[in-house]
């Protein structure tokens, strides 16, 4: 399944990935007018529209005997087995708990100020959802998740040496900034610390003073 998504993500068969990229887009776009179910009966009319001319047509190739071993147009589709094994089922039983209960555990720490800062950063998401919130509608921004998803991979792997040069580049000039930071403070900082002030013995001169006016 995984290999399935990835082929699909990078467009390496051109076809497929255009109708379920199209398709996508097409039925998000349909929920601004629509609801979810009226969507879905649609979709599936839809395809149905195509496949039962298909299955007739083929139903009436096997009584005419043109199609005598009675072969099924999408009997790749029906047989093919997207069932779980037991050990298969456990495992993804056990994925499924383990993320829901990380993500319980770190919604606990953050909400109950276990980490100042990473709480702090909790908020400023926080406050960064609210506003792409009251801007945008939720559904826009699944479709733009889409959208990138089909787009951005594709992009990164098309422009990965001229990235990579860039990322380069960026990271040189970072270190040019740190080091002339670094020589500024060296310069600003004293190079030695600042002697402390010779002080007179005023004992030894007041001394005799004392003893005239005793005498």
């Known amino acids: ?50 496949t039962f001319p298909l299955r007739l047509y083929y139903k009436l190739l096997e009584l005419i005997r043109k199609n005598p071993e009675g072969v099924h147009p999408f009997q ?54 609210v506003y792409v919130g009251i801007t945008t509608n939720g559904l826009t921004l699944v479709i733009v998740g889409v959208i990138c998803v089909f787009s951005l991979p594709l992009f990164y792997k098309q422009m990965q040496g001229r990235m990579k040069r860039i990322g380069k580049a960026v990271n040189g000039l970072l270190r040019k900034i740190k080091s002339l930071f670094k ?18 013995n005023l004992v030894p001169a007041l001394a005799p003073k004392h003893k005239q006016k005793s005498k």
């Open 1 to 50: 399944m995984a290999t399935k998504v990835v082929d699909l993500i990078y467009w390496r068969d051109v076809g497929k990935t255009g109708l379920v990229f199209t398709g996508l887009v097409i039925g998000l776009a349909s929920l601004f007018q629509l609801s979810a179910i009226t969507v879905l009966s649609y979709l599936c009319m839809a395809i149905m529209c195509l």
């Open 76 to 129: 790749s589709y029906i047989g093919d087995d997207s069932s779980l094994t037991d050990e298969e089922t456990v495992l993804v039983v056990e994925e499924v708990v383990l993320m829901i209960a990380f993500a319980v555990t770190e919604l606990k720490r953050l909400l109950f100020i276990g980490s100042i800062m990473d709480s702090i950063k909790f908020v400023l998401l926080l406050c960064v959802l």
């Open 183 to 200: 020589r500024l403070c060296s310069t600003l900082r004293p190079s030695t610390a600042a002697k402390p002030a010779p002080t007179t």
